[in-house]
Protein backbone atom coordinates (compact mmCIF):
# COMPACT_ATOMS: atom_id res chain seq x y z
CA UNK A 1 0.00 0.00 0.00
CA UNK A 2 1.24 2.92 -0.87
CA UNK A 3 2.14 6.18 1.86
CA UNK A 4 -0.61 8.28 -0.34
CA UNK A 5 -3.27 5.73 0.64
CA UNK A 6 -2.23 5.08 4.51
CA UNK A 7 -2.25 8.58 4.77
CA UNK A 8 -6.39 8.97 3.52
CA UNK A 9 -6.96 5.92 6.26
CA UNK A 10 -5.59 7.75 8.65
CA UNK A 11 -7.51 10.52 8.51
CA UNK A 12 -10.76 8.47 7.89
CA UNK A 13 -10.11 7.00 11.14
CA UNK A 14 -9.92 10.54 12.75
CA UNK A 15 -12.82 11.88 10.93
CA UNK A 16 -15.00 8.88 12.23
CA UNK A 17 -13.96 9.51 15.80
CA UNK A 18 -15.41 13.27 15.19
CA UNK A 19 -18.98 12.39 14.51
CA UNK A 20 -19.97 16.39 14.02
CA UNK A 21 -18.13 16.81 11.24
CA UNK A 22 -20.77 14.89 9.67
CA UNK A 23 -24.57 16.33 9.18
CA UNK A 24 -27.30 14.66 7.81
CA UNK A 25 -29.37 16.91 4.91
CA UNK A 26 -31.79 14.00 4.26
CA UNK A 27 -32.42 10.46 5.27
CA UNK A 28 -34.12 7.08 5.36
CA UNK A 29 -34.57 4.18 7.51
CA UNK A 30 -36.74 1.83 9.08
CA UNK A 31 -36.74 1.72 12.99
CA UNK A 32 -38.41 -1.61 13.97
CA UNK A 33 -40.87 -0.54 17.05
CA UNK A 34 -42.22 -2.74 19.28
CA UNK A 35 -45.28 -3.37 17.64
CA UNK A 36 -44.51 -2.82 14.40
CA UNK A 37 -42.00 -1.30 11.28
CA UNK A 38 -41.63 2.00 10.86
CA UNK A 39 -40.37 3.90 7.60
CA UNK A 40 -38.48 7.77 9.06
CA UNK A 41 -37.33 10.00 6.84
CA UNK A 42 -35.45 13.37 7.08
CA UNK A 43 -36.60 15.58 3.76
CA UNK A 44 -35.57 19.36 3.12
CA UNK A 45 -39.05 19.92 5.16
CA UNK A 46 -38.07 18.07 8.31
CA UNK A 47 -38.72 15.23 9.66
CA UNK A 48 -41.42 12.65 8.47
CA UNK A 49 -42.66 9.01 9.89
CA UNK A 50 -45.16 6.07 8.82
CA UNK A 51 -46.48 6.01 12.21
CA UNK A 52 -50.41 6.91 13.43
CA UNK A 53 -48.49 9.23 16.23
CA UNK A 54 -46.90 11.19 13.46
CA UNK A 55 -49.32 11.03 11.30
CA UNK A 56 -51.81 12.53 13.65
CA UNK A 57 -49.83 15.61 13.82
CA UNK A 58 -50.99 16.52 17.47
CA UNK A 59 -46.74 16.13 18.75
CA UNK A 60 -45.41 17.13 15.58
CA UNK A 61 -42.67 14.25 16.48
CA UNK A 62 -42.65 10.72 17.70
CA UNK A 63 -40.47 8.29 19.54
CA UNK A 64 -39.37 6.88 15.83
CA UNK A 65 -37.94 10.38 15.13
CA UNK A 66 -37.01 10.87 18.91
CA UNK A 67 -34.67 7.71 18.71
CA UNK A 68 -33.03 8.64 15.51
CA UNK A 69 -32.57 12.00 16.84
CA UNK A 70 -30.60 10.64 20.32
CA UNK A 71 -29.23 8.51 17.78
CA UNK A 72 -27.30 10.52 15.56
CA UNK A 73 -27.14 13.78 17.52
CA UNK A 74 -24.61 15.86 16.93
CA UNK A 75 -24.09 14.44 13.22
CA UNK A 76 -27.90 16.76 12.58
CA UNK A 77 -28.33 20.47 11.83
CA UNK A 78 -29.32 22.33 14.93
CA UNK A 79 -32.82 23.03 13.65
CA UNK A 80 -33.59 19.03 13.15
CA UNK A 81 -31.97 18.18 16.27
CA UNK A 82 -33.02 16.53 19.21
CA UNK A 83 -34.65 18.85 21.38
CA UNK A 84 -36.62 19.22 24.84
CA UNK A 85 -37.38 22.93 24.16
CA UNK A 86 -40.85 24.07 23.20
CA UNK A 87 -44.54 22.32 23.47
CA UNK A 88 -43.67 18.54 22.11
CA UNK A 89 -41.19 17.83 25.04
CA UNK A 90 -40.72 13.84 25.15
CA UNK A 91 -39.54 13.94 28.93
ZN1 LIG B 1 -43.13 7.45 14.47
Known sequence: ???SMIGKIEKAHRYAHEPERVKFTTLDATISG???DYH???TPEGWK???HTFQSHI???CSHVMALQLV???MLNDDVRYSTQGDADPL
Do not use: I, R
Request: net charge negative; glycine share 6%; charged share 20%.
Open 1 to 3: MNS
Open 34 to 36: DND
Open 40 to 42: VSL
Open 49 to 51: CSC
Open 59 to 61: LET
Open 72 to 74: LGK
